[in-house]
């Protein structure tokens, strides 16, 4: 991709369970160039998660001052922790002539979207919510009202879908990649 276009926020979002993670990963080793924020989170570390790596894991005294501060770009609740976007390093990764990269839920991409009507909003979709159904399903580690309420979630989150700048269906790994390749590429072109 062209060093010498104007640099973007772009922002990826997608229902659990679609292999957003995989799809963006995928992306990021072909185009390392990109810088992926790193949130900051209420929630607990996972097994393997790296303090300033993963997640810049806070408490929620911390959390809310930095609310209160004025700190984040956008910041949502999310299953029961708070997420959250630094202003500073969007802006300083942009200001230093990188394309950025956010992964984060639908309400967070819709804040940014209203303080940044530039940023380019892409949702990572499955192939349809009978195939997402199946696979959740299929894992077995769920019982039904936890299905139905990761469904509900999806439903909703398929709404927001409606208001971002590109869908990416992803029923192909390979083919979700490059699409989201090409909608970047396109992208940049437009600066
Ligand atoms: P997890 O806890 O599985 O790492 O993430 C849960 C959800 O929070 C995912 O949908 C992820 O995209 C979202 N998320 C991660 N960081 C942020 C953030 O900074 N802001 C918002 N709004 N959502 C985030």
Redesign the pocket.
């Known amino acids: 991709m062209n060093k010498n276009l104007k640099k973007k926020l772009f922002v990826i979002?997608g229902s659990?369970g679609v292999g957003k993670g995989t799809v963006l990963k995928g992306f990021l080793n072909k185009h390392p160039e990109f810088m992926l924020s790193i949130?900051?989170?209420t929630?607990k570390p996972r097994k393997g998660e790296i303090d300033g790596v993963n997640y810049f894991f806070l408490s929620k005294d911390d959390f809310q001052d930095c609310i209160a501060n004025n700190k984040f770009l956008?910041?949502?609740e999310?299953?029961g922790?708070f997420?959250?976007?630094k202003k500073k390093y969007i802006e300083q990764c942009l200001t230093d002539g990188k394309d950025v990269i956010?992964?984060?839920?639908t309400?967070?991409a819709l804040q940014v979207k209203e303080k940044m009507p530039e940023a380019v909003l892409i949702f990572i979709a499955p192939p349809s919510l009978e195939a997402l159904e199946s696979r959740l399903r299929g894992r077995h580690t769920e019982d039904e009202a936890a299905i139905q309420k990761r469904l509900n979630e999806v439903k909703k989150e398929l709404e927001s879908a409606k208001k971002y700048d590109y869908n990416v269906v992803n029923d192909d790994l390979e083919k979700a990649i490059s699409e989201l390749e090409q909608i970047i590429a396109g992208e940049q072109e437009k600066c």
């Open positions: 979002s659990s949130s900051c989170t929630r956008e910041w949502a999310f299953a922790n997420y959250g976007t956010l992964e984060i839920e309400n967070g």
